[in-house]
């Protein structure tokens, strides 16, 4: 079983299932995987990107910005594994150590909060929301150029010779 879980909604139910996990270790059996895979990005970053594309709010980090826990160190801390992954380039490194493990594992990867988690087919109405947002928004530059960056490597995927093989 993978649990794919933002740090939010992990702070809410996750940290608590963890222990659930823990009370029942011993009924566990075979080498099944059981992983909690938390996007760490100390932002409720679901809400906050809804709340720019459908209402056009900017982002309010009152409300938005979360603590920033050590997912993997209190799973350690209850005698689970955890691995913490920050660098893109390790990805492919941490999953193999978290479906390998033989026991719980919380494979917590730090994440860009700024990365837009939006569909490529992003209604009109919403874009336009979206852009009103951003004109307010306390994260405005990094958006802008991160969004950039990111459409400029997926035209450049496409450019002969240099899409993926």
């Known amino acids: 079983v993978i649990a794919f879980v933002g740090d939010g909604a992990f702070q809410m ?3 608590n299932e963890m222990i659930t996990v823990k009370r029942y270790l011993d009924r566990l059996s075979g ?4 992983i909690f895979c938390v996007f760490n990005n100390q932002d409720l ?27 993997a160190a209190y799973a ?8 913490v992954c920050a660098d893109p380039k390790k990805v492919g490194d941490a999953w193999d150590e ?11 990867f730090k994440v860009d909060a700024e990365i837009a988690p939006i569909p490529p087919h992003i209604m009109k109405e919403q ?11 306390p994260e405005a530059t990094g958006i802008a150029t991160k969004g ?7 035209y450049a995927e496409h450019l ?3 899409g993926k093989k």
């Open 160 to 162: 002969p010779g240099r």
């Open 98 to 108: 978290a479906l390998s493990a033989g026991r719980p594992v919380v494979l917590e």
């Open 31 to 34: 080498p099944a995987p059981l």
């Open 13 to 15: 139910n996750g940290m």
């Open 45 to 71: 970053n679901q809400v906050t990107w809804e709340q720019r594309a459908m209402a056009g709010d900017p982002k309010y980090p009152g409300s938005q910005d979360i603590p920033d826990v050590p997912y």
């Open 76 to 83: 350690e801390l209850l005698g689970l594994k955890g691995i």
């Open 148 to 154: 950039v960056r990111q459409k400029l490597t997926e």
């Open 127 to 137: 874009g336009k929301k979206a852009v009103k947002a951003a004109l307010h928004d």
